[in-house]
């Protein structure tokens, strides 16, 4: 019965539990184990998708057929090589300057992954300091700190986005600044939130009793039990940032227009809807399997670092 | 129950003014409001009239009392674009704002919960992977994408569905699919970890050993106990919703909030986004108040605290 809640849980603490709950039936261990290894594939499949993108930003130069840059008139609007007038120089077509869809997309993942990754360093780092203060201080602190995370939470976001970023003009530095600073109270709500558990737990009322100072109890105790709860919403949250940096792109407010980047191409492609729509597809594509492969990562490590944290989220 | 509302209240306006804080600081993000809304060839003499119209040479506590002040009685100020008191402006993009909300939030509704329902109870059934592959791809498809493709295919190639305007009733079909997308997604992984949750629970166990047919588990227990997470999510969702999407009725051409929100920012019509802003933030805000009170009168945990 219970097995139902803790069966599709991988990894050692999944297995720990496995052998407690599952010695009922055979038919039930094979489905276990059959879940089991879905689960895993699905934790493995998002790595590698992930992994894929951070290997073609890396080396974007050198895998890059074409400069991502270079225009030739001549041959725009070529569409992917497996269509009739495709051709295989251009493998996925190129845009209405004539520039290689494919180089542009190998390119735009260093944009995406760049403003997902140093935003969301800078949304955890934020979240996290100002979520331990908050929960571990409490009283007054706590509740001036949270009633701030709770406007900034019920304020329209994009449109906050959108407005100081068409304020600040385009630029990748303030795509990172805007999404960074804005995305954290969603990290102090979680840090919090855990702090506030991790201080009620046995282990840290004990570590009070034999006298552990404040520092002590923050720095080795409290800290390191937040990395596996924060790390899986920082996957989470680095998807989300790469949906809105091509949002932004999309809307023409994201890094300037010479730059490659995935929302520039979406905006750029938005234009030959009609009548060259590959333009507009891959982009799309790409995004999609990057933040399809962070989805599936985050719920693994959710599993894997934090199987309380299911629970706390909600 | 009295303390709790209250408390939910105070709540309420408090974040309703640190709301007012924030738009009022919006347009003074980089120091001067007159010159970001001005267009930057405006020589330094329109920049000064400007700002003595608009009163930006007051001290900014004086400013910020005036601005309140005139929230406080319903003046959200005037457009600038428009020439005219910001309010009923909003009002008249509101229907299509309303419709195209209704009709996602219905949407979602209707295919996540029972998806998840059934998915909940019966982990690994097939119904269980369609579950888990609607929450992924809620989750992993750019919406504003996803609009384009739609386009290119259920418009330009089938002909079904109109590209874009708000002229058939048709219109909202596409624009509401995909504003209900994420949504969708979110709800069906919340309602099955939740039922997942539930049924392992000891009021579950309880009612089992006591010999209750599993129907009536299902229905009494498990879901009654579901919901109530589920309503709060909804409410908070819905309330987002209202507040116009940005994007999508971009992407669309939809005559609402959030398409009037962009252009607004595009010709630096200021005052204007700022009244959306509070707008906006007073749905969500309201429709959190009232999924607070509901809470308090459905769950008794909460009533007799």
Not at chain 2, 54 to 69: A, C, N, S
Request: aromatic share 8%; proline share 6%; hydrophobic share 50%.
């Amino acid at each position: 019965m219970s097995e139902q809640v803790l069966a599709p849980r991988p990894g050692r603490v999944g297995q720990l539990v496995a052998r407690e709950t599952q010695a009922d039936s055979l038919g039930g261990r094979l489905n276990y184990i059959a879940r089991l290894l879905a689960r895993d594939w699905a934790g493995l499949f998002g790595l590698t998708l992930f992994l894929l993108v951070v290997l073609a930003a890396v080396f974007a130069p050198q895998i890059s057929p074409h400069d991502p840059l270079d225009q030739n008139l001549s041959v725009s609007k070529t569409p992917p090589a497996w269509t009739d007038k495709g051709d295989w120089t251009y493998p996925l077509g190129t845009d209405n300057l004539g520039r290689d869809l494919l180089s542009r997309i190998l390119y735009g993942s260093r944009v995406s992954l760049t403003v997902g990754f140093f935003g969301v360093i800078i949304a955890g780092g934020l979240g996290l300091v100002i979520g331990l203060i908050a929960g571990y201080a409490g009283g007054r602190t706590d509740a001036v700190i949270m009633s701030v995370v709770n406007i900034l939470l019920a304020f329209p976001y994009l449109l906050l986005v959108v407005f100081i970023a068409a304020v600040l003009g385009r630029s990748l530095l303030n795509v990172i600044l805007i999404l960074g600073v804005t995305d954290a109270p969603i990290f102090v709500r979680i840090a919090r939130g855990e702090v506030l558990r991790i201080r009620q737990s046995g282990y840290v009322e004990s570590a009070i009793c034999v006298g552990a100072r404040p520092a002590r109890i923050l720095f080795d105790h409290i800290l390191p039990n937040l990395i596996g709860p924060m790390m899986t919403v920082a996957t989470f949250e680095m998807s989300a940032m790469i949906f809105y940096e091509a949002g932004l792109g999309f809307l023409g407010l994201s890094v300037p227009p010479s730059v490659p980047s995935w929302g520039n191409m979406l905006e750029a492609g938005r234009k030959y809807l009609t009548t060259s729509p590959w333009i507009a597809t891959f982009p799309g594509v790409a995004i999609m399997l990057t933040s399809l492969g962070m989805n599936l990562l985050g719920d693994w490590l959710r599993d894997v670092l934090d199987p309380r944290l299911r629970r706390a989220r909600k | 129950m009295q303390r709790y509302l209250i408390s939910s209240l105070v709540q309420a306006v408090l974040v309703l003014v640190g709301v007012l804080v924030l738009t009022f600081f919006m347009v003074r993000l980089t120091g001067d409001p007159a010159r970001v809304m001005l267009a930057r060839e405006a020589s330094p003499k329109q920049v000064e009239e400007f700002r003595h119209k608009m009163g930006f040479d007051r001290p900014l506590l004086v400013q910020f009392i005036d601005y309140f002040g005139h929230v406080l009685v319903g003046d959200f100020g005037k457009s600038l674009n428009y020439r005219l008191p910001a309010v009923p402006l909003i009002l008249e993009r509101l229907p299509a704002t309303v419709q195209l909300a209704s009709v996602a939030i219905v949407m979602a509704v209707v295919v996540a919960v029972p998806l998840g329902l059934i998915g909940g109870s019966r982990p690994g059934s097939p119904i269980d992977i369609i579950s888990r592959g609607v929450g992924l791809f809620g989750q992993a498809v750019p919406a504003f994408w996803l609009a384009l493709i739609m386009i290119i295919v259920f418009a330009v190639r089938l002909h079904w569905l109109p590209t874009s305007g708000r002229d058939t009733p048709q219109s909202v079909l596409m624009p509401a699919f995909v504003l209900c997308l994420p949504t969708m997604g979110r709800l069906v992984r919340l309602t099955r970890s939740s039922i997942l949750e539930i049924m392992g629970d000891d009021y579950i166990r309880t009612a089992r050993s006591k010999g209750l047919p599993p129907r009536v588990i299902y229905f009494r227990h498990a879901l009654k106990n579901a919901a109530i997470g589920l309503v709060s999510v909804i409410g908070v969702q819905f309330g987002y919703m209202l507040g116009g999407s940005v994007i999508i009725e971009s992407v669309f051409a939809w005559p609402g909030l959030g398409r009037m929100a962009i252009e607004a920012i595009s010709i630096r019509d200021f005052p204007l986004v700022q009244a959306i802003a509070i707008f906006s933030s007073l749905v969500v805000v309201g429709l959190n108040l009232l999924t607070d009170i509901g809470y308090a009168l459905v769950d008794p945990r909460i009533r007799y605290e």
